[in-house]
């Protein structure tokens, strides 16, 4: 495990958001895991790279797990304190970048909850010592 510093743009029509989270990134078999927990709505997250695809698990406040595959179209429930809501994700292109101290993805997707447009685009990165 090696500590890293989480960095995630979010764009929605041409609005883009920033967030930085203090996190870890775990390599395992050549498959990796971003790890970070969101204070502001006391939420732990983990982008998993997988070979078919990245996760994004959530527990705590916020508690889901939403794939992201190419070409596809992915539902999951997203369990908040008000209720479940219905999370999508219809992703166009999966992009990776692996180097010795930084991991970029970029999900290429629309992003809906309970039918509403919430992203368009996302960029995940986690800069780490070597």
Known sequence: ?????????????KRI???SYDG???EEAGLYAINYHDTSSN?????????GGVRVKRSGEL??????IEGMLTKADLQTP???LTQSAHTKRIEK???EKRIVIVLDAKQYVDDQLVGEKMMISAEYSA
């Open 24 to 26: 870890s990134v775990v």
């Open 97 to 99: 970048k692996v180097s």
């Open 82 to 84: 008000y209720g479940i």
């Open 43 to 51: 939420t732990a997250t983990s982008i998993l790279c997988t070979n």
């Open 63 to 68: 508690t889901s797990s939403l794939d992201y």
């Open 17 to 19: 958001n920033k967030f």
């Open 1 to 13: 495990m090696k500590k890293a510093r989480i960095t995630i743009f979010t764009q929605l029509d």
